[in-house]
């Protein structure tokens, strides 16, 4: 369990090459070694992901997942549960696409919305049964800013984060009675592999400052956070401009 002062004995990485996942178990393993448990798709990037965490003295063991394959799902988790309860759990994949593809292309549309939102929403439903019944756990959610008003550049990806944000938002406050907690993580510009090439957007931010956040909120026990927590104001603001105004703005 989560120790008095936010200190996990294990965490799950659902996108298990996420490079804020793997910077978030970092941080915690910082601490002490930690039992690690890290579900993608087999590649050479998930054994380098798991040699890289076992360089923190941490237990780390791999699991495959399939996002595109809801059908999976339960038996990943399975395996993820089979050595001991689970106190932290990242859902963290995602794919970003091409803005302009994935409105004029019908199947990279429907591979970027089952990704980004079908995924995490069965995933999330079967972390919510498998926390509850062991009484704890603390599920951590990879959203978006790009989900709080979706624009014009983005909107294909945006409204699937958005999505993917409403539903754990509900979750949290489906949970809160059986004492299972919720983070959901709003980060903007994050220089990593899902950027690379991309031109660096205000307030950009580097995967270890994402997981300082992180780890800083689920010690809190904050229900929802930016990343940096100045978006929290910039999206303020945004949210409320007309329309009309709103696309004008150069984005």
Do not use: C
Not at 4 to 22: E, F, M
Not at 45 to 73: I, M, Y
Request: glycine residues 8%; hydrophobic residues 40%.
């Amino acid at each position: 369990m989560i120790d008095a002062v936010g200190n996990p004995q294990s965490l799950l990485l659902l996108g298990g090459t996420s490079d804020i996942a793997l910077a978030t178990a970092e941080q915690y393993a910082r601490r002490r070694p930690l039992r690690i448990v890290l579900a993608a798709r087999p590649s050479e990037r998930l054994e380098a992901a798991a040699e890289r965490l076992r360089g923190t003295g941490s237990t780390v063991t791999t699991v495959p997942f399939d996002a595109r394959n809801p059908d999976t799902h339960a038996d990943t988790l399975d395996k993820a549960f089979a050595d001991g309860d689970i106190d932290i759990s990242l859902v963290a994949f995602g794919t970003l696409g091409d803005q302009e593809e994935l409105w004029t292309d019908v199947e990279a549309a429907r591979e970027m919305a089952e990704i980004n939102y079908v995924a995490p929403v069965t995933v999330g439903v079967l972390l919510a049964e498998r926390m509850r019944k062991q009484g704890h756990g603390h599920i951590v959610a990879l959203s978006s800013v790009a989900g709080e008003r979706v624009r014009r550049s983005n909107f294909a990806y945006g409204s699937s984060k958005a999505g993917m944000d409403g539903f754990y938002t509900g979750l949290t406050e489906a949970l809160r009675p059986s004492g299972v907690k919720v983070t959901v993580v709003r980060p903007g510009h994050v220089k990593s592999k899902m950027t690379e090439g991309m031109k660096e957007a205000p307030l950009a931010q580097t995967p270890e400052q994402v997981a300082r956040i992180i780890v800083d909120s689920v010690r809190k026990g904050r229900e929802l956070v930016w990343a940096p927590a100045q978006f929290r104001y910039v999206m303020s603001v945004l949210r409320h401009l007309p329309r009309a105004v709103f696309r004008r703005l150069p984005f």
